[in-house]
């Protein structure tokens, strides 16, 4: 089992950044890969970014390439998700996943999910 716990979110205003922290604990983070995905209010959950187990490959979406960085700290068992550029529709719960896998791959479905946390960016 791996539990997952998002911290780092917010109210700020447009153009504003925040830094998303997910902490891992019962096992290492070096086994997963990981990856953020958030939910707005009346839409589905969407994926927003992930990265492999050593942190040398990173994947985004496409609205959020340029303006997030999703980065690792094994050692530390914890995965950071830098926001700049922050918008009014980047409003939503983010959630940190884990998939027990090296690598993650457009096929990857999360085997743990964390609580999620609020980021709201007022205009």
């Known amino acids: 089992q791996v539990q997952l716990v998002e911290s780092g979110g917010g109210l700020v205003q447009a153009g504003d950044s925040l830094r998303l922290s997910c902490a891992a604990s019962?096992?290492?983070?070096?086994?997963?890969?990981m990856g953020w995905f958030r939910q707005a209010p009346g839409k589905e959950r969407e994926f927003v970014a992930a990265i492999n187990w050593s942190g040398s490959v990173t994947y985004y979406a496409i609205s959020m390439k340029g303006r997030f960085t999703l980065s690792r700290d094994n050692a530390k068992n914890t995965v950071y998700l830098q926001m700049n550029s922050l918008k009014p529709e980047d409003t939503a719960i983010y959630y940190c996943a884990a998939v027990h896998s090296n690598e993650w791959s457009s096929s990857s479905w999360p085997d743990y999910w964390g609580q999620g946390t609020q980021v709201t960016v007022s205009s």
């Open positions: 019962g096992r290492t983070l070096s086994s997963y890969a």
